[in-house]
């Protein structure tokens, strides 16, 4: 009983979010898909997913909301016979659902968004904001477009889920705990928390568009010796170098793109989480900013958060197979056990093994994406971390954006620059197989 309340409370906040633009006759703004956005983004934050796992919630909640759009579009594509195991998804049949009234195919989207998200977090409540207080300042409404709507809306969200279900993601809940190896140059936890392993078995979750996890497998690391002079010691000593003599810019570049949900303050023995963005949620955040610019509608914004959610999605798999893979021993654990027991990087060293370098891997696979929807050139403000105290930053470009959240990392102690340029090579080649193989309008990718 209390399922059923939650759901038909969410039911009239998506209503109530579309009567603030008009009624349900009207066109809601698109800026009710991008509020939607952010409303998932402060959920993530608070409930402090791991960013593979914040991915899959980027990833089903709006694909559940741009396969509701397109069921009233004809000019754009399904997900069904291009991403992996996606279902057929019917349009509703005339005979059943028009004989009473139309269907708002943006609240459907926005309801379809909402309860899908909502069955991937913890706080469900927070999606609703205040439904009761935006109820009391709506009109009269059409309910059997209403009705209609949701019950469409519905539908696509459990076509969605049922998909989600099927990716692998509960098996790999019921994995034995991560076994670190002992051999030299492998990964271990890292101060100050010495947080377990995250997601050792992401490599396992169904993609989206790749064939496989391993399909763009990196060239290895280079080979740990701690022997002064190696590939390896020199790119040791370039991160403790450079750590060392930051000026104010490069602080602040390693402070934006920081986007570690793990962050942990400790004060004697008093420790404590500070709740921030995970890089794919910055990502989301570049794509709804620069959508907004560019004055793009509904179905194109919608198609927009999708590729780049999956971008993010398959980057994270991609990412996730190599680092467990390699195993590669953190900047941190060497510099202190060979060169300064006493060094610190300006970031906290997330809890995973170093190579490659994640937010290299997905910032080059969103950027690919975003460009070709965009331009090569399209410049933008990045407002994603003002929340957070940190100013606004303009990039030329994505592919510059994604260039300076890749050396964040070496700036913030936390990768060497070879997981780096890697990355961002793998990256690439994740955006670029999204841009190929899903086609959501005939002119994608062309």
């Not at 913030?412 to 080649?429: L, T």
């Amino acid at each position: 009983m209390e399922k059923v309340i939650r759901n038909r409370a969410l039911r009239y906040f998506v209503y109530a979010l579309c009567m603030l633009a008009g009624t349900t006759h009207a066109q809601p703004r698109t800026a009710l898909l991008h509020r939607a956005e952010h409303n998932l983004t402060r959920v993530i934050v608070h409930d402090i997913f791991s960013p593979p796992v914040a991915s899959r919630i980027y990833l089903y909640a709006n694909a559940a909301a741009y396969e509701t759009l397109v069921l009233g579009n004809e000019g754009y594509k399904s997900l069904y016979g291009q991403a992996n195991g996606f279902p057929r998804i019917e349009a509703p049949r005339e005979k059943d659902w028009r004989a009473s009234g139309d269907i708002n195919y943006k609240l459907a989207a926005l309801y379809a968004f909402f309860r899908t998200g909502g069955q991937l977090v913890f706080s469900e409540p927070m999606l609703k904001d205040s439904a009761e207080s935006i109820l009391a300042s709506c009109g009269e409404h059409d309910e059997a477009v209403y009705q209609n709507s949701l019950r469409l809306g519905e539908m696509v969200s459990d076509s969605i889920l049922a998909w989600a279900a099927r990716d692998n993601y509960a098996a790999t809940r019921k994995k034995r705990r991560y076994t670190y190896s002992k051999e030299k140059g492998k990964w271990m936890p890292t101060p100050p928390g010495y947080i377990d392993a995250v997601e050792p078995y992401w490599s396992q979750i169904r993609p989206v568009s790749l064939d496989s996890a391993a399909q763009f497998k990196p060239i290895p690391p280079p080979a740990f010796s701690t022997e002064p002079g190696s590939v390896f010691m020199k790119e040791v000593k370039e991160v403790y170098d450079r750590t060392r003599s930051l000026g104010k810019e490069e602080i602040l570049i390693a402070s934006f793109w920081d986007c570690n949900p793990f962050y942990l303050n400790t004060q004697g023995h008093l420790n404590f989480a500070t709740k921030k963005l995970s890089p794919g949620g910055h990502w989301i955040s570049i794509a709804g900013q620069t959508m907004e610019s560019a004055g793009k509608n509904w179905i194109e914004s919608s198609a927009v958060y999708l590729l780049t959610s999956i971008a993010l999605f398959d980057g994270f798999i991609s990412c996730w197979d190599e680092k467990y893979r390699s195993q590669f021993i953190r900047p941190e654990t060497v510099i202190n056990a060979h060169m300064d027991e006493k060094w610190r990087p300006l970031l906290q060293t997330p809890p995973f093994p170093e190579y490659t370098s994640g937010h290299s891997v997905i910032s080059a696979a969103a950027a690919e994406v975003l460009e070709a929807r965009l331009g090569a050139n399209f410049a933008f403000d990045d407002h994603t971390e003002t929340p957070y105290g940190l100013p606004v930053r303009h990039f030329t470009s994505f592919a510059a954006a994604a260039e300076e959240a890749g050396i964040s990392r070496l700036y913030g102690g936390i990768h060497y620059r070879a997981a780096i340029v890697n990355g961002q090579k793998q990256g690439r080649g994740i955006g670029l197989q999204v841009i190929q193989k899903i086609r959501l309008k005939e002119t994608i990718g062309k």
